[in-house]
């Protein structure tokens, strides 16, 4: 197929049907993301209890997987700005869904751990590639929204692990949960088949190959991806764009701090919240996964709720917003004790702790140009899921000694340092992509 009539053009990617699919696939696949480390949360207590851990040890499973997401997504999104967002989208989901499987047969901490891990691998990719194929599917004065709702995948995915997984182990085990991981396989080939790639990235792709300029007939593939892109950028070269130059490293240094505060107050409270409602508040296995679905559906709302304050105010003025909220509200709900107002609480630090991770695909997108979007926003965020994903661990300790509630009161301090880091991002609503 030649490059002047692709299967994906700009009249078929700039159409709302498209949009509509490129962001489905996008969010379906980042929910399943979601869905897979949420089990782990539930299926902690089990494990703990089959292979006799401890609790720093079980937090630990948690850690060892964010640690392979960031090894997946190093390699991943290298592979996605090469060969295409749909494509490695596909080869993630599958990993990621055999893995879980797997870890359904563990005998032990260590081939838990090594399920976890390669299971992680395959997780790294999906936010930064999902994030790039959604920002580059819509108007720019649409971006935060559409990223936004990515995000809200994430969060459907929590949402349904927390629902699910009371009930399914009360009738079959622990194990159960991660046979359920399995099923994502399916969906990796619905992706592949339904969803063509953005105009923005094979536009970008067909202008590298050879110095071609566009349209210039060079071979492309089915899919409308330009083949033979021998000068694309290497490995090497895509990281070396992350600090090519002062300007640069200041804004990946920052963007660095954004995700690792992200991450570690996610986790920090996500890990180890079920736990904590279930056994330290005495609510129960059900009514501790139905507290925990509560403050995962004020996640989902903050999502979409910034998703709108960032395109309309700016990105700065959003994070700034929710910044000041996830301050008071973590700190509101470490001294809670009653259900109720658990329950309420919980809502609202939900809504404001998580609110921003749809802002960092469309902040992140905006910052690195379409050659190494896909890379930078899998790198950077995953290193912060990497630093992030120390929480359980942090937490656990913290708890040994002083209770969750101590634990949790300490993480507010973190938001602070990520005020001062907007300070050194350039804003830039409404600005097209490069």
Do not use: C
């Not at 197929?1 to 709302?16: C, D, I, Y």
């Not at 993630?92 to 499987?101: M, S």
């Not at 599917?137 to 935060?144: H, M, W």
């Amino acid at each position: 197929m030649s490059a002047a009539t692709p299967k994906t053009t700009a009249e078929s990617t700039s159409a709302p049907t498209y949009r509509r699919k490129a962001l489905f696939a996008a969010a379906v696949g980042y929910g399943l993301d979601g869905f897979d480390l949420l089990i782990l949360s539930f299926a902690l207590g089990g494990i703990i209890a089959t292979f006799g851990l401890s609790d720093v040890e079980a937090g630990s499973l948690s850690t060892i997987t964010l640690f392979g997401a960031v090894l997946g997504g190093i390699i991943f999104g290298s592979l996605a700005d090469r060969y295409g967002r749909v494509r490695v989208l596909t080869w993630t989901v599958l990993i990621f869904a055999v893995f879980t499987g797997l870890s359904s047969i563990a005998q032990g901490y260590w081939d838990m751990a090594a399920y976890r891990f390669i299971a992680g691998i395959g997780i790294g990719g999906e936010f930064g590639i999902g994030m790039a194929l959604a920002a580059e599917a819509v108007p720019a004065n649409q971006r935060a929204r559409a990223t936004s709702w990515v995000g809200v995948g994430f969060q459907i995915g929590v949402f349904a692990a927390a629902i699910v997984s009371a009930p399914v182990i009360a009738l079959w085990g622990w194990r159960a949960l991660f046979v359920i991981g399995l099923f994502p396989a399916i969906f990796a080939f619905v992706i592949r088949r339904g969803v063509e790639e953005p105009d923005k990235f094979v536009q970008s792709q067909r202008s590298r190959i050879a110095g071609e300029p566009e349209g210039s007939g060079a071979e492309s593939d089915s899919d409308g991806t330009p083949q033979a892109a021998a000068d694309l950028p290497t490995f090497g070269a895509k990281i070396r764009a992350l600090v090519k130059d002062k300007a640069t490293v200041k804004i990946t240094f920052a963007l660095i701090v954004l995700s690792t505060v992200q991450n570690f107050g996610y986790f920090g409270i996500i890990a180890w919240l079920p736990n904590y409602l279930s056994e330290k508040m005495d609510l129960g296995v059900t009514k501790g996964s139905l507290w925990t679905a509560v403050t995962v559906i004020g996640m989902l709302a903050g999502i979409l709720i910034f998703g709108q304050v960032a395109d309309r105010l700016g990105r700065r003025q959003a994070f700034w917003i929710f910044q000041a909220g996830a301050i008071v509200s973590i700190l509101v709900y470490s001294q809670m004790t009653d259900p109720t107002a658990l329950l309420i609480g919980g809502f609202f630090m939900g809504a404001f702790a998580n609110g921003m991770l749809g802002g960092h695909g469309a902040l992140l997108a905006e910052m690195y140009p379409t050659q190494v979007r896909a890379t930078a926003q899998n790198v950077v965020f995953n290193i912060g899921r990497a630093l992030g994903g120390l929480a359980p661990v942090v937490i656990a300790l913290l708890a040994d000694s002083f209770g969750f509630a101590f634990a949790l009161a300490l993480l507010p301090t973190i938001y602070l340092i990520q005020f001062l880091a907007m300070f050194l991002l350039p804003e830039k609503r409404g600005v097209e992509l490069e």
